[in-house]
């Protein structure tokens, strides 16, 4: 069993995230799904983006810290989109984490990764925000680093596959995200 943080995309705390949770539960694991935002989820992107743009980057991160302050120092940080990358910034805060867990978008920097941390990254190929060159720069530094990572690239589907709610779901692509995930977890 993992204690695992799950952080929100850009739309804020949607029901695919709570039913993402549901499952991680169902699997044995812990799941805490802090909303970062603390007003309802966005119904589109761009209202997404909104709402990041008036809550601000930097409340955003001091409500991650907050929702990390009882997690256990090994949790497993995991995020959607926007929050693959506030899981992979709370990675320098967070030495002893037993992996990251990153769909839709990369995070973490390779001057916070220790040896031998985990990381599982779950894309979109293509995917309009994370160009493959940029992509791969990320590994390469990750690797580098020491970080064990392995990168999945999901041909045809859109940018949040795994949200059976927005017009980007791919309900293969999904499943195959949510396998990997769990064995990545097991592990």
């Given at each position: 069993?993992?204690?695992?943080?799950?952080?929100?995309?850009?739309?804020?705390?949607?029901p695919?995230?709570?039913?993402?949770?549901?499952?991680?539960?169902?699997?044995?694991?812990?799941?805490?799904?802090?909303?970062?935002?603390?007003?309802?989820?966005?119904?589109?992107?761009?209202?997404?983006?909104?709402?990041?743009?008036?809550?601000g980057q930097?409340?955003?991160?001091?409500?991650?810290?907050?929702?990390?302050?009882?997690?256990?120092?090994?949790?497993?940080?995991?995020?959607?989109?926007?929050?693959?990358?506030v899981?992979?910034?709370?990675?320098?805060?967070?030495?002893?984490?037993?992996?990251?867990?990153?769909?839709?978008?990369?995070?973490?920097?390779?001057?916070?990764?220790?040896?031998?941390?985990?990381?599982?990254?779950?894309?979109?190929?293509?995917?309009?925000?994370?160009?493959?060159?940029?992509?791969?720069?990320w590994?390469?530094?990750?690797?580098?680093?020491?970080?064990?990572?392995?990168?999945?690239?999901?041909?045809?589907?859109?940018?949040?596959?795994?949200?059976?709610?927005?017009?980007?779901?791919?309900?293969?692509?999904?499943?195959?995200?949510?396998?990997?995930?769990?064995?990545?977890?097991?592990?």
């Open positions: 069993m993992r204690h695992i943080v799950l952080f929100h995309s850009v739309y804020g705390l949607r695919a995230v709570l039913r993402a949770a549901d499952e991680l539960r169902a699997a044995g694991h812990e799941v805490a799904t802090p909303d970062l935002y603390g007003v309802p989820a966005a119904d589109t992107v761009a209202d997404g983006f909104a709402l990041l743009d008036e809550i930097e409340v955003v991160l001091d409500r991650a810290r907050a929702a990390l302050r009882d997690a256990p120092t090994d949790a497993v940080l995991a995020g959607f989109s926007m929050g693959a990358g899981a992979g910034a709370m990675l320098a805060e967070r030495p002893d984490t037993a992996g990251l867990l990153l769909l839709h978008g990369t995070g973490g920097a390779p001057e916070a990764v220790r040896p031998g941390l985990r990381v599982q990254l779950h894309l979109a190929d293509p995917d309009e925000y994370e160009p493959q060159d940029e992509v791969d720069e590994r390469r530094a990750m690797t580098a680093a020491g970080a064990a990572v392995d990168v999945y690239r999901y041909p045809g589907a859109g940018h949040l596959f795994t949200d059976p709610d927005v017009p980007d779901h791919d309900a293969h692509a999904a499943v195959r995200a949510w396998d990997r995930s769990l064995a990545f977890l097991a592990g």
